[in-house]
């Protein structure tokens, strides 16, 4: 069940993070001399790079499960 449910929230990522990128195209110039922006889109990057984590670990704790010794 817990890898379905990461395998979801990687779905989510993923288009999450392809909205970020095109955003970030879009307004890359206005990133560049605003402050404010660039805090608002670090803090976003960190926030999906922690939701990727979030993300991986179970599943590779899903894959390796039966692979590992003792698992």
Known sequence: MLAYVSIAIGI?????GLVFVSIWADLRYQIKYSLKLREDFRATLRRLAVSTGIFVIP???YFLYGVLPGG
Do not use: A, H
Not at 12 to 16: A, R
């Open 12 to 16: 989510c990522n993923i288009g999450v």
């Open 59 to 61: 599943l590779v704790e």
